[in-house]
């Protein structure tokens, strides 16, 4: 926005500091995150706009329309659409003052030809119509259906496996568990999930889980989430030296936990997921049918942090 303006000859001055933007006219433009609606507070606003409305919280619609003192006083806000939120309660009941213009991505005419095509491949039908099409759908059970979710006997021979470790934060939260899954894909694109991990202890218990794993899948590249206690465990791992071989890597989260899930979710739906059968297989299903409404979901960010290690690229750690 900054290039626009500037290139429009129409600003006088850009306060880094104060994310004000001074224009032609004796007009102003406030720049504020969302993330705290109290720092919304205070301005005398003629104008305003929200961006990606949905993933703000609902205290910020009411916070940021009482600063609309000024002439003429109106509010504009894009989104994607996030279920049927607050954002869309407050449109279905604005009355006359409201009023909404849905647009979909394939109505972008400068997109390229394969873009859409992609997106479809890669998420559920519901989650298309939310993404693509920018309508409000009813996210439970929207996710994974428990059909999807096909149990086999067994993988086929000669998978390269990767586990994927989400440690918990504490032991002390009754939603804190520590879960591991490992994943392969098939030569006719099915991802195989197995051996499913799910556990509430403290961390020199769920050390000796991990390495007991490790020494019983020869073979397996393992990764394990960066966040909170991670990477102090990825640490101390790569130290004993009985890992030597172990193929070790710390995995950096960077989406949200359905951005995650969304590849796998749409090749569960697609018919392309089997689940080794084991004693984990029940807890795991109920876990990821009830996703994203769910209590827990340590089991969905195992599975999606395991799926993940398949695409990326595949750096290693040796141990001396």
Do not use: C
């Amino acid at each position: 926005m900054l290039s626009l303006v500037a290139s429009a000859g129409i600003a006088t001055s850009w306060n880094k500091s104060d994310k004000e933007l001074r224009l032609l006219g004796n007009r102003t433009i406030i720049f504020r995150s969302a993330d705290n609606p109290d720092a919304l507070r205070g301005a005398n606003a003629s104008w305003l706009w929200l961006d990606e409305a949905a993933m703000m919280t609902e205290e910020t619609w009411p916070t940021s329309i009482a600063t609309l003192r000024r002439q003429p006083g109106r509010a504009w806000v894009t989104t994607t659409p996030r279920g049927k939120n607050w954002l869309y309660d407050v449109w279905q009941r604005g009355g006359a003052d409201y009023t909404i213009t849905q647009a979909k991505s394939t109505d972008n005419p400068f997109l390229p030809s394969h873009f859409i095509e992609t997106l479809r491949e890669s998420m559920t039908s519901e989650m298309y119509r939310q993404e693509v099409d920018g309508q409000f759908i009813d996210p439970i059970g929207a996710m994974f259906q428990r059909h999807w979710l096909q149990v086999v006997p067994r993988a086929p021979e000669g998978l390269k496996w990767f586990r994927y470790w989400d440690l918990a934060a504490s032991t002390k939260t009754s939603a804190d568990y520590s879960a591991s899954i490992r994943a392969a894909l098939g030569d006719d694109g099915v991802v195989y999930l197995d051996g499913g991990i799910h556990l509430k202890a403290e961390w020199p218990d769920v050390r000796k889980v991990i390495v007991s794993t490790m020494h019983s899948e020869a073979g397996t590249q393992v990764g394990i989430e960066e966040a909170i206690h991670g990477l102090a465990a990825i640490q101390e791992l790569r130290r004993m030296p009985e890992l030597v071989g172990v193929s070790l890597r710390g995995i950096r989260v960077d989406k949200d936990k359905q951005s995650r899930a969304m590849p796998w979710a749409a090749r569960a739906e697609g018919g392309k997921v089997r689940l080794v059968a084991g004693a984990w297989n029940r807890q795991f299903i109920d876990e990821v049918v009830g996703f994203p409404s769910s209590l827990h979901d340590d089991y969905v960010d195992a599975a999606s942090g395991a799926v993940a290690m398949m695409a990326k690229p595949r750096v290693t750690w040796g141990f001396a």
